[in-house]
């Protein structure tokens, strides 16, 4: 049975903690000479009222939590901090359309980076760190903020850690999920911190710098100016985002076991990360030959230009320096395999993620060695793990889910009036958490203020599907879920 109480502390909690968010808006707002933050005051507000509400309403709350009750928080989250963090963009008059504020936060708070703003460049300080504070806060989990920082919930917070970690294996570092949390997040701020000062020292502006730093780590791609990384045409700031960008694609746990405890050598046996480098190195060297070859590119400029576009998608942080489109034609569906394909769990990437890649290579290997040797036992195993039959049935089910939900949100894309290739690469963008889209009528640089609502209320779904690996997000639609037994 559902605990609505409990459920209803934490969310109160959460919407305090939104609040707080935006009084930060206010306060860089006040630094840059800012003095209207009339679109500021009503959100906050609400914010603050609502979570009011919802705290006297969970007054005696019983503090045990289910897991049904993670999954439920995890998902009512992510949309009332959508709903509530649109507000500046309406009030403020910055976006007229519901939907399209939606879309703009849900892009935010998903690390999609998906925009429909048209006038970034004139938008004011204020409103555009909000939205590069809703990539950093969505990166590594709205919930998951909270177990680092809140008064623990006991046996509840591994219910909110299962329930937002995204992939198959965000590993424990410590017995206590709550100091789990503290130390991911702490290598999530200095991840933050030294691309900041990386950037400022390419040529960014403190502010550029910070903002650009907290959409990187996110692996968002919110930027402040219309033309993102490519208004800077700066070499040192696309050699700096490549590192960085590379970075927060690495599984965190592998990142805390190479920064605080020195094991570079277990880092390097992990399976995942290696066919993570191996598929960006691969995409890289053919997009750079091809450009080589084909269009004359010096070399220089040529392998640049690809690891930069390739690391920034399978990233998923979709910044775009170049568009990519002017590439040979056979490029484009490289660039789409490793826009769908993404990079590490446990990571704040998105995507189908390579560690479901490489189990899925490994158990088809299986299968045809199993048809030579019917009687043969052969274990499928993943860094020396053995796969349980649960593992391989809920990789299954996600796969099937997954090539499911891209056939309907392409098939209403289309229906809205979009060709099918953009309909297929905006699907793919929105799922993964990506951010740029090209086809036709898109460009990677474009925004995607030319969507209808329907068009955009499905993609604002798809970035929250992919952003909650499906699961989360989906189990409350179903009947049996609210079911006592």
Known sequence: MV????????LASLLYLEAVLMVACVGVGLYYGERDFSAFVLPMCIAVVLGSLLKFYSRGANRHMSRRDGYLIVSITWVVFTAVGMLPLLVGGYETRVAAAFFEIMSGFTTTGATVLTNIDSLPPSILFWR??????????????????LPTMGTGDLKLFSAEATGMKLGKLHPRIRTTAQWL?????????????????????????????MSTAATGGFSTHQDGIAWFQSSAVEYVELAFMFLASINFTLLYLLLIKGR??????????????????????????????CQGYPLERALREAAFHVVSCQSTTGFIAFDFREWPAFTLPVMLFIMAVGACAGSTTGGFKCVRLLTLARLARSEFKHILHPRAMLPVRIDGTTLTSQVVRTLTAFTALYLLLHIVSTFILVWTGLPFLDALAVSISSFSNVGPAFGQLFSPL??????SDVGLWTCSFMMLAGRLEIFSLLLPLFPSFWREN
């Not at 609505?4 to 502390?9: D, F, G, Q, R």
């Not at 066919?275 to 960006?280: G, Q, R």
């Not at 474009?446 to 969507?451: E, I, M, T």
Request: glycine share 6%; proline share 1%; with cysteine.
């Open 446 to 451: 474009d925004a995607w203020n030319s969507l």
């Open 3 to 10: 605990n609505t109480k409990i459920n209803a502390s934490i």
């Open 185 to 213: 997040w702490a290598i999530y701020l200095t991840l933050t911190v030294s691309c900041a000062l990386a950037l400022w020292l390419a040529g960014m502006s403190p502010f550029d710098a910070v903002n650009h730093a």
């Open 264 to 293: 570079l050598r277990s880092v390097l046996r992990d399976g995942e990360l290696r066919c993570f480098v191996l598929l960006c190195v691969g995409a890289s060297a053919f997009i750079a030959a091809s450009l080589v070859v």
């Open 132 to 149: 590069s504070l809703t990539h950093w806060m969505g990166g590594m989990g709205i919930v998951f903020f909270t177990i680092a920082v």
